[in-house]
């Protein structure tokens, strides 16, 4: 045996020693002779450095330093999850889904829902190449380094899967070393770690990846992502992956009806005690893997899946006072200063109000018990008054009139639940909070300028407006508390690179109100650039598909107003993108223009996701369901019998992937 051959098969035998011990749960050697071979394996890799390999098991032990984790985009992204809390909701989501499919056949997996942080790991050709965490769901940080460290996650794969594909999982802090964890932490004088979930994900971020080898990280597999048809079910695939050397909970099950999926929530929620993880909830899916590629998703969610939440854990505790919050819009949000109290995890101070009309109805005064719950055990709120407990002398909560920053009076529109501060330009949160907005990752993704640096760069009376950012010089940034002439070399950079930002997205970073990220997409789209947007009037923005009148005024609004007109043309001067470009006009066409297609079946010439945008890129709209508006029916092999007979019994046109590149061409 060479050397090299000999390096491999310790490779292969400690790789196969470390599923059984962290996957399995079962040991087959003993620490001492694990440790011998790893201590053997580290010498010859020592003397034989050509044959160094990063997914060794010796690189497990960490020692890597990051000092910047670089920012990827997701080749595919990580959606949000709707949540349901009811068996009524889950109903309602199952009608939604087979209405769109035209079947009531439906299968699903039910799995618990591990309370961690959320990554993605890169596979090619049996190799780990990159783990990226969740970020914001468009782009995440690059953590591959100290991933490596988490003896659960295989670094290579010794049997054939698939040569390249992505796995979703969630990285978990067990709570048996959570509370290890703490125990030498609080021995050393250190302060405790508040719950498992933040250890987990701050482990991610730690430069020192030998730091993150010595946290027990486990991480749990819940999604396998490939282009190639393998499997015809999401369970399969899991199997599959598990099969391989993956660490997919056993807990997953199948569920052929919403009582059944019903069965598995009413046990977790109460066996979930006994399990060696955190979970807040089970995840149902629909099973078929056609099926969720038909169903697609929304701008936030997949419709294909759905979580149930747990009922949420509550607390009591004395509410100190109510104080108010200026957003960018300057909606004014009402917060709870509470007495401290743990939930969940953490400790909570304070809470969301929501509006005047939501303390009203709950009654809520100044030194009431309240009882406390984290919404989706996320955010805390309110959600009743202990009025056994109030105090005599208790007077009505009389909601604020002026606004907190600036004494503006507020205002409250006829339908609208939020006061407002109409003082738009002479309001400081809300002159920081849009410009923080604009710069954010999802509008101008401006880098090297994050938002306390806004609010300095506003103090310091060097900025009044998202416009002023492109009058700014290295040297006048260069003074300012915790800048160094690198970093102000990387905010001008980034500044001057968001020129490059297409108009969809500077659209959006406008912070007009009612404006998000689909709706700006939707009026790019069609109006193609921002001058034709603002000489719109009402009906002609409310004829542009799911645009309706709050969102129509609200831009008339903006139009109106001459010093948004200004900023707009400053933004012009200095080169931002504020039309559709030439590149991006060159395929589209008006020749499916008042056209609506659905997509259903598989493809073989193109992706379901190229036809769609083919549809919309020739002035088409895609549709998830069948109506008597729909024109078309793309059909693709295995299309529903049940869509067939209602596209059918509708005298809608049905047409091959062929005729449908036939009629764009």
Same mark, same amino acid.
């Given at each position: ?6 390096? %491999? ?100 997996? !039910? ?15 049996? %190799? ?78 730690? %430069? ?53 999926? =019903? ?36 701008? #936030? ?42 939930? /969940? ?60 920053? !600036? ?68 040297? %006048? ?6 800048? /160094?002439?690198?970093? /102000?070399?990387?905010?001008? /950079? ?8 297409? =108009?969809?997205?500077?659209? =959006? ?17 069609? =109006? ?62 008006? #020749? ?74």
């Amino acid at each position: 045996m060479t050397i090299q051959q000999k390096i %491999q098969s310790l490779r292969n035998e400690l790789n196969k020693h470390n599923y059984n011990y962290y996957v399995l749960d079962n040991a087959t050697i003993s620490d001492y002779d694990f440790d011998s071979k790893l201590k053997n394996l580290e010498k010859l890799e020592a003397e034989n450095p050509q044959f160094f390999d990063a997914n060794s098991p010796t690189q497990r032990v960490g020692g890597g330093i990051t000092k910047n984790f670089e920012t990827i985009t997701h080749k595919n992204r990580m959606y949000s999850l709707d949540n349901s809390y009811s068996k009524d909701d889950l109903l309602d989501w199952e009608k939604r889904i087979q209405k769109i499919l035209g079947s009531d056949k439906l299968e699903y997996t !039910c799995e618990l829902k591990y309370d961690g942080a959320s990554i993605n790991l890169t596979f090619e050709n049996g %190799q780990l190449v990159k783990a990226v965490t969740r970020g914001d769901g468009f782009q995440g940080d690059d953590v591959t380094t100290n991933i490596r460290t988490i003896k659960s996650i295989p670094l290579s794969l010794n049997t054939s899967f698939i040569h390249n594909f992505e796995m979703r999982g969630e990285i978990v802090l067990p709570l048996k070393g959570f509370y290890k964890i703490n125990q030498e932490r609080i021995e050393n004088g250190e302060e405790p770690f508040k719950n498992p979930r933040n250890t987990a994900s701050g482990s991610l971020k730690l %430069q020192d990846s030998a730091e993150v080898a010595k946290r027990p990280l486990d991480c749990l597999l819940y999604q396998v992502l490939t282009e190639e048809r393998i499997f015809k079910t999401h369970f399969e695939s899991l199997e599959n992956a598990r099969k391989v050397g993956f660490k997919v909970p056993e807990t997953i099950t199948l569920a052929e009806t919403v009582n059944e999926v =019903f069965d598995f929530v009413n046990y977790w929620d109460i066996k979930r005690h006994d399990l060696p993880y955190e979970t807040d909830g089970v995840v149902i899916k629909v099973n078929n893997l056609q099926q969720q590629e038909e169903l697609g998703y929304t701008s #936030k969610a997949p419709r294909w899946a759905i979580a149930y939440k747990f009922k949420a854990e509550q607390v009591s505790t004395i509410l100190h006072e109510i104080t108010y919050q200026v957003g960018r819009t300057g909606a004014i949000t009402p917060v709870a200063n509470l007495a401290p109290v743990q939930l /969940a995890g953490t400790i909570v101070k304070r809470a969301s109000l929501h509006n005047a009309d939501q303390i009203e109805k709950l009654d809520i005064r100044i030194n009431d018990t309240v009882f406390v719950e984290k919404g989706g055990e996320i955010i805390p709120k309110i959600i009743a008054v202990d009025f056994s407990k109030r105090p005599h002398n208790s007077e009505p909560t009389l909601y604020a009139t002026n606004c907190p920053e !600036c004494n503006t009076t507020l205002v409250r529109n006829e339908g609208d639940a939020k006061h407002y501060c109409p003082n738009e330009f002479g309001c400081a949160p809300q002159i920081t909070g849009r410009i923080q907005h604009f710069i954010s990752r999802k509008a101008m993704d401006i880098e090297g300028l994050g938002g306390e640096t806004v609010d300095l760069l506003r103090k310091e009376g060097l900025i009044k407006n998202y416009a002023d950012l492109y009058d700014l010089k290295q040297e %006048q940034v260069i003074p300012l508390e915790r800048m /160094a002439e690198k970093s /102000a070399q990387n905010m001008i /950079a980034g500044i001057e690179k968001s020129k490059e930002i297409p =108009f969809e997205k500077v659209l =959006f970073a406008l912070g007009i109100r009612f404006v998000g990220e689909t709706v700006a997409k939707k009026l790019a789209k069609h =109006f193609k650039s921002i001058d034709n947007l603002i000489a719109a009037n009402f009906d002609t923005l409310t004829s542009v598909d799911e645009i309706g009148g709050k969102i129509a005024q609200s831009i008339i609004d903006f139009s109106n107003n001459s010093e948004n007109i200004q900023l707009i043309n400053r933004l012009k001067s200095y080169g931002v993108q504020l039309e559709v470009s030439a590149e991006s006009l060159e395929n589209q066409t008006n #020749k499916l223009v008042d056209k609506i297609f659905v997509v259903s079946g598989v493809f073989y010439q193109m992706s379901r996701t190229e036809l769609k945008k083919a549809i919309e890129d020739n002035g088409g709209k895609v549709s998830s369901s069948i109506s008597k508006k729909t024109s078309f029916i793309i059909a693709g092999d295995n299309m529903g019998p049940s869509k067939l007979e209602k596209a059918e019994s509708l005298g809608i046109s049905i047409i091959s992937e062929q005729n449908f590149i036939d009629m764009i061409a």
